[in-house]
């Protein structure tokens, strides 16, 4: 019986029963050992990625798995075997190419902290460049703020300095600048002397201020009949008129109104009152 | 002379007993070889696997190929050609492992692209702003 059971064939023999007995067979014949035909390609791509520092970085186990199945396939086998050299070196050759992929995937998993790095890097950057947009927005801003404010104060400085320099009221109406009638021969409409240092100043303001229109309002005293007066008054204001023309004021800013002896600012009965009486107010509109 | 012929009869009937026993006896177990459950069962795995990591859209011909040796595997058994469908589900399931490490090989690639085009997309955007300024 035991001579017979040892007659019995063993199902699915061990590879590493194989592999012992081939390698003491290549011991044995290690005269003439020939690989089976095809192993050397498989030898060939398993050498081309051990020669990769990159593959064995990141393929380390599975191409020391794939040169134990490269071995296997390397060793001589009979003829009659042929079958199990081709199992062989398919297996091999498959191992190797699972070396592969992983040494691959490795590779780019390795990328993908580089790419990342890059990503954040171009994030860092765009979030410095849009804080430094924002800081210098911000900056901008507020030096224009700031800009238009001084701008702004200044002008309503220079503004408050010529109208105390035209010695101006301001009312409801605007700025009031009345002309004494010392600008004026009694009975004339002429302005005394040619120049007069209000005019000057008034057309100086209204070059300066191109916006602001000008009312121009002759009073006389109760002197002599209303229509006289009217027409005096108008002819005043008239001649202040051609005065800021010649000194270059566009005439459609100019308004010019005879008012005659209708809206008096003192009382008539005394020299001094008449005299407060006679006289041209210039009113500067306010900007509307 | 007679004696002589019965020995040599007797010798020869032991002779055929003993033949004809031990080929019963092999016979016998031929007749039943396991089938190589363990390699098989390997193979069905891998193969479940790598239908399962999406490799019949990422590594269509290798799932193939590893479903073919299987199925080349369990025709063998039929046969009851046990070494050859040992082999064969041997193949399947290192067929099968490929297939699994090229779809892991094509959805690194993909997510990388993807990244490649994030961090381009970014760059470019920034040279947009860049140039708007």
Redesign the interface.
């Known amino acids: 019986m035991t001579i017979l059971s040892f007659l019995k064939p063993v199902p699915g023999l061990k590879t590493g029963a194989v592999a012992v007995l081939s390698s003491v067979l290549l011991t044995a014949c290690a005269t003439s050992p020939t690989s089976p035909d095809g192993s050397e390609d498989v030898r060939a791509k398993l050498m081309e990625l051990q020669q990769n520092p990159d593959m064995m970085t990141h393929a380390r186990i599975e191409l020391r798995d794939a040169e134990a199945a490269v071995q296997l396939a390397e060793q001589p086998l009979d003829d009659d075997e042929a079958a199990l050299a081709a199992h062989r070196i398919y297996m091999a050759d498959r191992m190797v190419e699972i070396a592969r992929a992983k040494g691959e995937i490795g590779l780019l998993e390795a990328d993908r902290a580089l790419l990342g790095e890059q990503r954040d890097a171009a994030r860092l950057a765009a979030r410095t460049r849009e804080a430094d947009q924002a800081h210098a927005d911000a900056e901008s801003a507020r030096s224009a703020q700031a800009d238009a404010a001084a701008l702004a104060s200044r002008e309503a400085e220079e503004l408050q300095r010529q109208i105390d320099t035209l010695e101006a009221e301001a009312t409801e109406r605007g700025l009031v600048l009345t002309l004494g009638d010392v600008l004026f021969a009694t009975g004339s409409a002429e302005i005394q002397g040619g120049t007069n240092q209000n005019l000057e100043k008034l057309a100086n303001f209204l070059k300066q201020y191109p916006d602001r229109n000008v009312l121009i309002e002759g009073h006389t005293d109760n002197v002599g009949s209303a229509a006289f007066n009217q027409n005096l008054s108008r002819q005043r204001a008239e001649s202040v008129r051609r005065f800021l023309t010649g000194r270059g004021i566009e005439s459609r800013r100019l308004s010019v109104y005879g008012y005659g002896f209708e809206r008096p600012v003192a009382i008539n009965d005394s020299a001094t009152g008449r005299q407060q009486n006679r006289r041209v107010e210039v009113i500067i509109e306010n900007r509307e | 002379m007679k004696t002589h012929t019965i020995r040599r009869a007797a010798e020869r009937i032991g002779l055929f007993t003993t033949l004809f026993?031990?080929t019963l006896?092999?016979v016998a177990?031929?007749s039943a070889?396991?089938p190589?459950t363990e390699s098989l069962n390997a193979a069905r795995d891998a193969i479940a696997s790598a239908e399962q990591a999406d490799a019949r859209r990422y590594a269509g011909a290798e799932l193939e190929e590893a479903n073919r040796h299987l199925a080349e595997a369990d025709q063998a058994v039929e046969k009851e050609r046990?070494?050859?469908a040992?082999?064969l589900a041997?193949?399947a399931r290192?067929?099968a492992?490929?297939a699994i490490?090229?779809t892991?090989?094509a959805k690194?690639?993909a997510?990388?692209r993807e990244?490649?085009r994030?961090?381009e997309a970014?760059?470019e955007?920034?040279q947009r702003?860049?140039d708007q300024?």
Do not use: H
């Open positions: 026993l031990a006896t092999l177990c031929a070889p396991l190589p046990m070494t050859e040992d082999r041997k193949q290192v067929a492992q490929l490490a090229r892991e090989l690194a690639a997510i990388n990244m490649g994030g961090a970014l760059d955007e920034m702003q860049g300024q």
